[in-house]
């Protein structure tokens, strides 16, 4: 952790700030997890040692509740399950995903100490726990979580007193990380990384946290000097200024006073109306499409957790129709409805339909986040894999290759993410060779791929670029 060093940040307590300078796509630290659980959900479809997404899993004999891939995962996760097994079998049923990790973390805390390597520079006793600033509410669920957790933790494990539990669970509450699975596409667990924690936020921040082979890797965005603070995003960039320091404020406790907060950069862009030849629309116009585009977000979701993607469609096009000509190509509603059409288009195999309103949200995402962002390079890759899919291999290509140089910065050249767009960036590059020496020729042979599909990308539309907007885990 060399690179790195604790110091008091201005009207933020504790921070991390950079010992010497950073280039982009430099990683600045990687740490694997204190421990980490698989989300109650997807307990049955994920590894719990590897995180990975299989389709058939091995039970353990004994809890009848982990899942592992095969002898060598089980072998592998034996350590960390061992204590949990043991609890799972004698409480008689599963706790939630909360009380599994902070049981698990406590165990190896009662075993290794509270610092568990060299490597580690806070202890989980100097974290902020935020229980007084928790509303009434959320206090209710979070002792409901402690009354369970004394109920599973077994009587012959080393006994703690309420403070350090409820200490530990306001840890968790306002510290988790998502862990996602192999090719880093789907949330599927949560854990805690104790540097990770000690990194501040801002709203246009240098650094990006990504989950990289089982460790997470802070990774510079751009030029960082020595004795700069180092910062990531705690939320996401598209929400309003406002709506920002509201989920701030509720989710992590503090309010944000970062600049682009105070200035509300970009917010008029997100709200605004569209102009065309210096001509723009009125205030009530825009707020009138504003206000029925959000009506018909809320029905648009309601279809799709429905599965009725037909539906979908249909409200989808009947709003894009009515206030395409009146918002901005950086409406945050419209460019939700751009992303969520084209999505569902693909999947429904309507391809040119789908790789026009992929691109049109591209567009917008590039003048609103960051030019390094992880969504805007998510989004350009799936872009690219839908206009290669609609035969547009020359915009296809393109979009492969902006995702490419985004993800090359966020991601780094090891991860699975990146590795499968090299292959992608390669397959479109030798295509386009090809398309430009004889269209007959090109048009032939990507019939054929298409029936084995190489590139396709997910399942049931997910939103991809959902997993890497909420790394940071908060218990809804």
Same mark, same amino acid.
């Given at each position: ?285 825009? *707020? ?7 009506? !018909?977000? &809320?029905?648009?979701? /309601?279809? =799709?957790?429905?599965?009725?993607? $037909? ?124 398309? *430009? ?7 032939? !042979?990507? &019939?054929?791929?298409? /029936?084995? =599909?190489?590139?396709?990308?997910? $399942? ?17």
């Amino acid at each position: 952790m060399e690179n790195v060093a604790i110091f008091d940040s201005p009207g933020k307590g504790r921070g991390l700030k950079a010992t010497k300078e950073f280039w982009a796509g430099d990683v600045i630290f990687s740490e694997p997890s204190l421990s980490a659980v698989v989300f109650d959900s997807l307990a049955e479809r994920i590894c719990h040692s590897c995180f990975r997404r299989q389709e058939k899993l091995q039970r353990c004999g004994q809890c009848k509740f982990a899942h592992y891939c095969d002898r060598t995962c089980q072998r592998a996760g034996w350590a960390e399950h061992k204590q949990e097994c043991a609890a799972i079998k004698a409480y008689g049923k599963v706790p939630n995903e909360n009380i599994r990790l902070v049981a698990r973390i406590m165990w190896r805390l009662d075993k290794e100490g509270s610092v568990v390597s060299d490597m580690q520079l806070t202890s989980l006793e100097e974290l902020e726990d935020h229980i007084a600033d928790m509303q009434e509410d959320e206090l209710k669920e979070f002792k409901v979580d402690i009354h369970n957790f004394l109920d599973y933790w077994p009587r012959n494990s080393k006994q703690h007193t309420i403070d350090v539990i409820s200490h530990m669970f306001g840890v968790v509450n306002c510290n988790g990380f998502t862990v996602s699975d192999q090719r880093g596409l789907q949330a599927v667990g949560v854990g805690l990384f104790p540097n990770l924690c000690l990194v501040n936020h801002d709203c246009w921040p240098n650094c990006t946290v990504i989950l990289n082979h089982g460790k997470i890797e802070l990774r510079s965005l751009g030029k960082i000097e020595e004795g700069e603070e180092l910062t990531v995003a705690y939320v996401d960039f598209l929400n309003l200024s406002e709506e920002r320091r509201r989920l701030l404020k509720t989710q992590y406790f503090f309010d944000c006073t970062c600049h682009h907060c105070k200035n509300g950069i970009k917010d008029d862009l997100k709200l605004g109306g569209k102009e065309e030849e210096g001509v723009k629309p009125s205030e009530e116009q825009v *707020k009138e499409a504003t206000d029925y585009c959000f009506q !018909m977000l &809320e029905k648009m979701d /309601k279809a =799709r957790l429905n599965g009725d993607y $037909h539906e979908v469609v249909k409200i989808c096009k009947e709003c894009i129709e009515k206030t395409e000509p009146i918002l901005a190509d950086t409406h945050i509603y419209l460019l939700r409805m751009w992303s969520t059409l084209s999505e569902v288009q693909a999947y429904l195999q309507y391809f040119n339909d789908a790789a026009d309103y992929a691109r049109k949200m591209v567009d917008g995402y590039m003048k609103l986040y960051h030019p390094n962002n992880a969504v805007l390079g998510m989004a350009a890759m799936r872009a690219g894999v839908t206009h290669w899919q609609a035969g547009l291999i020359e915009v296809g290509h393109g979009m492969v290759c902006k995702a490419y140089a985004i993800l090359m910065v966020t991601h780094g050249p090891t991860h699975p993410i990146t590795k499968d767009l090299e292959a992608m960036r390669m397959q479109t590059e030798m295509e386009l060779r090809m398309f *430009k020496q004889n269209e007959y020729v090109y048009h032939s !042979m990507r &019939e054929a791929a298409l /029936k084995n =599909r190489p590139m396709t990308m997910m $399942h049931e539309p997910g939103s991809v670029e959902e997993g890497i907007k909420n790394l940071f885990h908060r218990r809804k």
